[in-house]
Nanobody
């Protein structure tokens, strides 16, 4: 599966953004999907994940209650709605796919798209 993320940009603290990740291939609905983020000099950090059906989601504590992951299997797209953004959310955001059904098995995410930059100003 090939992934293409978009929707990043510059936003003020407290604002919102919605990231999208379009996937190629007809088997998108078989994959667990996730968002990760990375800042220069730090390791990539898990943000949120969603099961193939969309029924189960999993969030990092740092974004719980502010971010919402969703997917539209008919459009081969996964989304990340980000509300109440903080400067510490600034990072390059990556979408990823896993063939494992356990969405919290982070080592299973081995398909990666290019990142999209999110910058939150204070």
């Amino acid at each position: 599966v090939q992934l293409q993320a978009s929707g990043g940009g510059l936003v003020q603290a407290g604002g919102s953004l919605r990231l999208s990740c379009a996937a190629s291939g007809r088997t998108f609905s078989r994959y667990s999907m996730a968002w990760f983020r990375q800042v220069p000099g730090k390791e990539r950090e898990f943000v949120a994940a969603i099961s193939w059906s969309g029924a189960t989601t999993y969030y990092a504590d740092s974004v719980k209650g502010r971010f919402t992951i969703s997917r539209d299997n008919a459009k081969n797209t996964v989304y990340l709605r980000m509300n109440s953004l903080k400067p510490e959310d600034t990072a390059v955001y990556y979408c990823s796919a896993s063939s494992y059904q356990n969405i919290d098995y982070l080592r299973g995410y081995d398909y990666w798209g290019q990142g999209t930059q999110v910058t939150v100003s204070s």
